[in-house]
T-cell receptor
Framework: AQKITQTQPGMFVQEKEAVTLDCTYD???????LFWYKQPSSGEMIFLIY??????QNATEGRYSLNFQKARKSANLVISASQLGDSAMYFC??????????????FGKGTHLIIQP | NAGVTQTPKFQVLKTGQSMTLQCAQD?????MSWYRQDPGMGLRLIHY???????DQGEVPNGYNVSRSTTEDFPLRLLSAAPSQTSVYFC???????????FGPGTRLTVL
């Protein structure tokens, strides 16, 4: 079974609209971390936002927020007021275990977001 | 991605050739790792290191070697390149006891 599932291979959204990118995860660990990265066409991986499993509040970073629903094992990324520069691939990733150690990230397959003017 | 550099940016190899992908950081972070990204896929962990002299395997280590003699550098070696190793390779760093990993700009490798 996939540990990270992103069910939207591609999305088209009108500029200035809000966008929700879906991510569900599978882990039996109590302590884990969830991440979103943006990969524009230039190829670099840009860190957007992080949510720890014990964090009670949803993470926010500027126009990005993470809708964390622990019981449903979902960690959706919400982008408010989308901009043309938001067009990119978006990856959800998870770190299992207690963290601080040798824990790599497991990535989903990504969602290709295209913002239309 | 300031602080994490990767060289070269692009490389074309013939099957059987060897090469080393370089990763260097000036952030003094303990944890460094290598990932590969194949078309239509997310990144997959190849090898990682929690400090100088300590390395271990990730999800897809076959065909790759690593060593870490300094905090700053974490080279990835392909001893005998195969077409299946055609991919984009990313180096990542993070501080111990923190979660966020920061990625280098990537190396695009093609093996013919």
């Amino acid at each position: 079974a996939q540990k990270i599932t992103q069910t939207q291979p591609g999305m088209f959204v009108q500029e200035k609209e809000a966008v929700t990118l879906d991510c569900t995860y599978d882990t039996s660990d109590q302590s884990y971390g969830l991440f979103w990265y943006k990969q524009p066409s230039s190829g670099e991986m840009i860190f957007l936002i992080y949510q720890g499993s014990y964090d009670e509040q949803n993470a926010t970073e500027g126009r990005y927020s993470l809708n964390f629903q622990k019981a449903r094992k979902s960690a959706n990324l919400v982008i408010s007021a989308s901009q043309l520069g938001d067009s990119a691939m978006y990856f959800c990733a998870m770190r299992e275990g207690r963290g601080g150690g040798a824990d790599g990230l497991t990535f989903g397959k990504g969602t290709h977001l295209i913002i239309q003017p | 991605n300031a602080g994490v550099t990767q060289t070269p940016k692009f490389q074309v190899l013939k099957t059987g050739q060897s090469m080393t992908l370089q990763c260097a950081q000036d952030m003094n972070h303990e944890y460094m790792s290598w990932y590969r990204q194949d078309p239509g896929m997310g990144l997959r962990l190849i090898h990682y290191s929690v400090g100088a002299g300590i390395t271990d395997q990730g999800e897809v280590p076959n065909g790759y070697n690593v060593s870490r003699s300094t905090t700053e550098d974490f080279p990835l070696r392909l001893l005998s390149a195969a077409p299946s190793q055609t991919s984009v390779y990313f180096c990542a760093v993070r501080q111990f006891l923190t979660d966020t990993q920061y990625f280098g700009p990537g190396t695009r490798l093609t093996v013919l």
